[in-house]
């Protein structure tokens, strides 16, 4: 009886140690909101257009901190969440708009296309073929392994002919396979 | 930059909140507490309207230090932009009176 009073007195101990401590933890990183989101909105306008970086940072960093400041700390982390968004419309938008002015950027736009096509040629050429090769490999494994594990189960004893039937068909799969294996060595 | 940008609804809530707020200028929060519009849409938009030369900018002039915040950067309509203001509540106006005929 003093045992389970004991118990219980130190359950409530422990509710209330841990209800403080999750409070202090979760005021803490209340009050590191703001700084996070500053961070956002510093690493955000990064992405953005180098002539117009330094004047969206100024500007969006006011904004969070005014925000940050009116005591809506989780607003202002949202708020720079959606300059992330801002940023990359921007940066898409003066991407699209800017003309082709010099060589570098033509060549900047050449190499893009080339990486991209040897990125397609390479999975086509060899990604696909050799995870065609790979996958038929696995299934026709798969199938020697299934016939494989029915002819020992028993099932000859009782029906010897059916049994016969697929040992020769295993022999003969299994003698295709090798050839086939053969075969490919002998090509690449 | 020829051609019209994209009127959306959010592109002319946002031409309605400066506009309203004439003489006066705007910066980016009263913007977006008075369209209801989150940075993700608001930011773009008024990019847009800066490059068609819809909308002008400018710093705030304000001594950081002494004032214990950062400059904002303030908006307002440039005479374009209060002629496509009006263009707009014209053409509103005129489907708003078509709507009951057309119904």
Redesign the interface.
Known sequence: MIAAGALQLLGTLGGLVVTVLLGVIANELHSQIPRLARQIVRLTTRFLPPDIRHRHSEEWLEHVDSLATEEKKLFALVWAMGCLRSASAMRLRAFATRPLRSVSLLTGQLVQVGVSLALIGWSFLIAVPALSLLSATTGLWLLLMVLNEWDEEGVRAEHAVDASWRGSLLLKAKSLLRRAVRRLIAVF | ?GGTPRMTTASKLVLSALADSAPDES???DIAKATGL???????IL??FEERGWVESRWEELDESAAG?????YYSLTGLGVTVVHELDNAQAWFGELGPTLS
């Open positions: 930059m910066y980016g929060l989150r940075s993700g849409s608001l930011y773009p990019q847009r915040r950062r400059r904002r950067r």
